[in-house]
């Protein structure tokens, strides 16, 4: 009787029950740590050098540095991880990120040549471990096709949301008011003791050199290949296989705009006052303008991993795009797809809408890259120049 009293409880609270799972919250909660620093290391390094030299330019160049770094490094780290096992990859590199945001810090304060303060945010960039994508290679691993895969990669949205509310605030106060290499170095500790207890846990750690499950139901790519990456949506948008490795890396690249018509950005990504708190707060990706009802696009071939409510994202859609890559499609008032349709570049996967966290009708469109947010603007800029700025793409 204590069981089933006991499972009815677990089944009222997904949440408790996803973490009731053997290592569960101490990996979840080791990750939290370990990944503050995806909202607060730009920002920190921003106020570090501008605080020191004064140079917004340069520090702007240097926080890019960092940004560019991780965009290339972070991917490739992943696969390491896949291979090798998250364990043998997130030590070293756990102490390469020290190491170079010493340097990073080091040399702000020691006003060096601006290339040792680009080499040392870029070489800090690269080496800061991809916590994301591997706390969902974790739940892979351990739901595997369970309907609560989908429970806890919720979980992990709102931690990230949480993140990024919590860690831009936190950085500017100490980098202000405590000393200009406060946010940084707070953000380096955060990093080096939340991924050091992340890899300490070897129960809960992905077998190596095995492929993470289907897309469908792993989420974003944890950091690996996967089947995605060599197949793309058939006729009538189920997984046919594309002919040429080079078209399918197009086709599943989100290059096209969500939206019809013209671009009307509400809100772009980055620091901005929340509308709910007013306070300085991160935001993740685009907001596009238009009514409701207007149908919103796929920006590149994948397959779907998340339709239905997230908590402040409202009704959304995630789709997986290979290689890392993926893309979310927030406060929708209708989702016209499921979870493991194979999803062609341009197809309408939804209507626009306000649900969840929402002051009007809009979309809250993501690009991720291994699960950590990244600016959607790089890619739909690449997107028009590669279409001639084309209207129609």
Partial sequence: MTQVREQGQRQGNPYLNVLSRPGALRFSAAAFVGRMPMSMFGLGTLLLIASVTGR??????????????????????????????????????????????????GSALGRAPVWAMVVTGGLAGAAMPSIGSMVRARWSALLGDSPLLHTAFALESVADETIFVIGPALVTVLATEVYPAAGVAVAMV????????????????????????????????????????????????RGARLPAPGLVT??????????????DLSSTFGVRVDPFLHVAAMHTG??????????????????????????????????????????????????????????????????????????????????????????PQKFLHAGARLAGASSDW
């Fill in 56 to 105: 917004y330019g340069l520090a702007g160049f240097v926080a890019a540095a960092g940004s560019v770094g991780y965009a290339v490094c972070a991917p490739q780290a992943a696969r390491l991880a896949d291979r090798f096992g998250q364990r043998r990859v997130l030590r070293p590199l756990t102490v390469l990120f020290a190491a170079a945001t010493a340097g990073l810090i």
């Fill in 190 to 237: 955060a990093c080096v003791t939340g991924t050091l207890l992340f890899a300490a846990q070897r129960g809960t750690e992905p077998p190596a050199g095995r492929a993470q499950p289907h897309a469908g139901a792993a989420g974003p790519l944890a950091g690996t290949a996967g089947p995605q990456a060599a197949a793309g949506p058939g006729r009538g948008g």
């Fill in 250 to 263: 197009l086709v599943t690249v989100p290059l096209r705009k969500p939206v019809n018509g013209e671009i």
């Fill in 286 to 375: 685009l907001d596009f303008r238009g009514d409701a009802g207007d149908p919103i696009h796929a920006t590149a071939a994948g397959t779907v991993v998340g339709a239905g409510w997230s908590g402040g994202y409202g009704r959304m859609v995630e789709i997986d795009h290979g290689n890392g890559l993926s893309t979310r499609y927030g406060h929708l008032s209708q989702i016209d797809v499921k979870v493991g349709d194979e999803i062609r570049i341009g197809q309408v996967i939804g209507r626009m809408g306000s649900t969840g966290r929402s002051t009007g009708p809009h979309l809250h469109y993501e690009t991720r890259i291994d699960g950590d947010p990244v600016d």
